[in-house]
């Protein structure tokens, strides 16, 4: 008779004299040397400054030269009341959330009606192409573009005879948007990219019983794209939140080579920089530290939340 525990039990690793195998031994011992240079690379660079940050964020330090005063958490109190940090920490969600809404607007619209038309391959580079240029140089060639005197926008609007529509947009009241819009424009393409990729991992056969059933192209992206779409969604949302919060060079470029941008266009990240390097007077590295440790702490709530939101049933295809 057949011993049941003998089907029903996996075969194990083949063990001399109850020891693994040599082979699996040997993988044991390859797994340090794999491992430790990526360990050391992110404890220096990554893990190290940012407990440096937490520490620096308890005193109030200039740099080099002064001796750090202790704080505690003065510098974190001192946020609350920092009309600025406000009005930053504001920007910051703004910015994540319009401009997260537009680009996975225009990624899923992209996914939905685009993935099937001719030349996908060449349209996908063509969105994606923004992606891979220089955030600074993207924000000083808009910069020339909207200049509301000599800038390209207003230039081709006065020359088809459409000069009452010009405008100062890079003006207090326009900047922002503007802002919004061309970062919009710089980041759709590398989510559209992520959200197509994961599309074509759908099977065809599936998208082939919707024709057969007649079903229309948003039916066909509501009952079987965006259910098998819905994972890839859900990491390429918690990588815009984590670009998002540390928006920065872009920003800061935007309002012309040298120039800082003006206060109701900072985000989180600008600001941080300001109080770092003394641009709006003496170095502020504990403060800039504080406001640092925030933003972290605000980055790892925002991606609990959002995987806890889009955690949806594994789909098996």
Known sequence: MTDRTSLSTPPRASRVGGATSPLDAQRRRLRVPFILPAVIFYTVFFVAPSLASFVISLFRWRGAGDEPEWLGLGNFL???ND??????????????LVVGVIIFALGFFFTAFVAEMRGK???RALIFFPSLVNPVVLAIAWGFILDPTRGALNTTLRAIGLGEFTQVWLGPQLIFPMILLT???????LFTVILMAGADRIPTSLYEDCD?????????????TLPLLWEVAAVAAVLWVITAVKAFEFIYAFAGVGTAPPRSTWTASVYVYMQGFGSQGLPELGRASAMSVVMLIVVG??????????????VEF
Do not use: E, P, Y
């Not at 057969?212 to 079987?224: E, H, K, N, S, Y």
């Open 212 to 224: 057969l059933a007649g079903a229309t192209i948003g039916q066909r992206f509501r009952m079987v």
């Open 183 to 189: 970062m919009s424009w710089m980041t759709v393409g």
């Open 83 to 96: 009309d600025i940090f406000r009005g930053a920490f504001v920007n910051t969600l703004v910015v994540l």
């Open 301 to 314: 709530v925002l991606v609990v939340v959002l995987r806890k939101l889009m955690s949806r049933q594994k």
């Open 121 to 123: 391959h060449m349209l």
């Open 78 to 80: 001192r946020l609350f």
